[in-house]
């Protein structure tokens, strides 16, 4: 009788040392950081040798080398199935999306600008800006002879950071107007634009940012045209 409650602990504890080290070393491995993949190889040599001469030798003795192998691999499977899906329920997933009520425009009519960040993972997450409501819109007019655009609009922005979390299958989504007049540029402050190409970004600020757009949380843009009649 005591025979083989020493059996069922040996066994338990093979499991649950399979099942442990299994899932230890699918996180060092995914995490990828040098020093974490060095300093976590001895340690799980150690836990192995353990392993194989205090649980596996005595199990062996008893239930022969064939099942021995066979409880450690469905260990490890099941430890692999679990870490995977845990990574896949816990990891976000966010959807950054800009968009606005028309693609084409005439000279000075007002443009709907919708950015909405959806949590479309299956727990609720957070993160934090670097600004107090966190979205941050640039228009820039696009020259058909200048790679580089010049930019003519922004909203203003508080730089405070702050929280946001976001239930699964929810929305943070702000709505922003824009008359087509300068805002950007002293030269032509308060002036209506012109005709052409207009690219519209989007950015969600990391807290400490030197500037809005740069290195950004989320980042998403969109083209309209304003045409002249």
Do not use: C
Not at 162 to 174: D, H, W
């Amino acid at each position: 009788m005591k025979e083989k409650m020493k059996l069922r602990l040996y066994l338990v504890l093979l499991v649950v040392t399979v099942f442990t080290v299994v899932s230890i070393s699918y996180v060092v491995l995914s995490s990828g950081i040098p020093y974490v993949l060095l300093y976590s190889v001895f340690p799980l040599l150690i836990v192995i040798f353990l392993l194989g001469h205090y649980l596996v030798e005595p199990i062996e003795d008893r239930i022969g080398r064939k099942r021995v192998f066979l409880i450690i691999f469905s260990a490890a499977v099941i430890a692999l199935i679990f870490i995977d899906s845990a990574t896949i329920v816990a990891s976000p997933n966010w959807a950054f999306t800009i968009s606005t009520d028309k693609r084409s425009y005439k000279l000075g009519e007002e443009v709907r600008i919708t950015v909405s960040l959806e949590n479309q993972g299956f727990i609720t997450h957070s993160f934090e800006s670097g600004l107090s409501d966190p979205i941050v819109v640039s228009i820039e007019y696009q020259y058909t002879d200048n790679p580089f655009p010049i930019q003519v609009w922004y909203n203003h922005y508080n730089e405070t950071p702050k929280v946001f979390s976001i239930q699964p299958g929810q929305f943070l989504e702000r709505v922003f107007l824009w008359n087509q007049t300068n805002t950007a540029n002293p030269w032509s402050w308060n002036t209506t634009y012109r005709a052409g190409t207009y690219q519209i970004k989007a950015f969600i600020p990391r807290v400490n940012f030197i500037h809005p757009t740069s290195n950004p949380l989320f980042r998403t843009w969109i083209t309209i045209n304003v045409t002249s009649n």
